[in-house]
């Protein structure tokens, strides 16, 4: 994959991981659109943990893990950017 092509997929995945409700990898993969499947044509599960890893980093997302059925579970969900307030005379 070239570099813009990394890029749009790494927005694409970012897109459909949902701010409010928390998200395994399955339900990441299973939100996004048709249409951006073609484009996402090399991200196999591997790429999608780098992502998922990288977007960590980068401090977009948040992750928890469950315990399913004896097995670890993560679940990822977007942070949502918190304003600054800003203090005025009025």
Do not use: C
């Not at 701010?19 to 048709?34: P, R």
């Amino acid at each position: 994959m070239n570099s813009s092509s990394v890029d749009l997929a790494r927005e694409i995945v970012l897109e459909n991981i949902s701010f409010f409700e928390w998200m395994n990898m399955e339900n990441i993969l299973i939100s996004i659109k048709k249409e951006d499947l073609t484009l996402l044509d090399e991200v196999n599960m591997e790429v999608l943990e780098d992502y998922l890893s990288e977007f960590l980093n980068e401090d977009l997302i948040e992750k928890k893990i469950e315990i399913i059925n004896s097995r670890k579970e993560p679940y990822y969900r977007r942070k949502q950017i918190k304003k600054k307030k800003r203090f005025g005379i009025f």
